[in-house]
């Protein structure tokens, strides 16, 4: 399945999300059990406004992907992808149907639904989006559904379920982060004119980061900062095909060859909704809205260039 059309779904999500939650609910300063009911109930103006809105904006996004991606129609048949982009496409699925479950979630509490409720719903509005669009992969010419993205889709998922549950609040969340590559003009078709384009479709330029609370694994005291995040990345450079390069030339015809290879970094972070100087009610927008990831100081690792530091922004490949 193609991940860009996944990343458009997400960034239109991500938009409701915003208008919905401008005058969202404080979150709690610390983890709050999962046993303790909501008190205040459903607040039945808000609920009904983000059902009407999440069911037309699945229509309308379905509608509009119908059309614009999936106009040729065959009969359904899955396909192995496994391999293709160095499973980024793979690390893409886990960490939008991790974003999108946190948005359904903090929805949902926004309206007042209780916590466990708030959890399965939101889980489950990724899964039914996700899903969606890779049953309609399955009758698509030049795709097909895929088992792979599936997997991916249930693991971003079940790791926001699984802390929420458990833990009461986000230890271990997913982020995105890009820069511009030179592959992209060998290429532009695939993978996109324009730096917009080329954030869902170059993933050679896209990082996915995992990134821990340290004060939530961490025995610190009560001075530590507890915003301050380590984030583990992953990207790969050197593809301009899924499988592998096919032959691509400069200017004066010579041929040009790219190597492939994996990326791994490490770097600090912040989780700006555990800041309390921000105001209360944009806290709990602000913690699905950091799907993208900050850019700090970076230590990189390949086999190409080995060790490697980075002052801020990763550099251009």
Known sequence: MKHQTQTTVLIGFMTILLVQ??????????????SVADQSGIRQGRFIGVLIGTAAFY??????????????????HAFNDNREWLQMDKVGHAATAYC????????????????????????????LFQTTIEVFDGYSEGWGFSKGDMVANVAGTALFVGQQYSAGQQVVSLKYGFRKTIFPPYR?????????????????????????????????????PRWLNLDVGYSGSGMI???????????????????????????????????????????????????FKIPAPSLEFN???GLRFHPLILPKE
């Open 241 to 291: 095909g899924g499988h592998e390069n096919p032959p691509v030339f400069d200017q004066n015809g010579r041929e040009v060859k790219f190597e492939r290879y994996r990326q791994f970094f490490i770097s600090p972070d912040a989780d700006l909704s555990r800041v309390g100087a921000f105001s209360p009610s944009l806290q709990r927008f602000i913690g699905t809205a950091q799907f």
């Open 188 to 224: 532009p078709n695939l993978l996109g004119r324009t730096t917009g384009v080329q954030m869902l479709k170059d993933y050679n330029g896209q990082q996915y980061w995992l990134s821990v609370n340290l004060a939530s694994v961490l025995p610190v005291g009560p001075s530590f």
């Open 59 to 76: 229509t309308v996004t379905l509608l509009m992907l119908k059309k614009q991606w999936y106009k040729k129609k065959v009969p359904f």
């Open 21 to 34: 939650s401008l005058r969202a609910q404080p979150l709690p300063p610390a983890p709050v059990p999962i």
């Open 100 to 127: 999108m479950s946190r948005g359904g979630y903090e929805l949902m509490r926004w309206s007042g639904v209780d916590e466990r409720a708030s959890i399965l719903t939101g889980g489950l509005l990724a899964l």
């Open 303 to 305: 086999r190409i260039n």
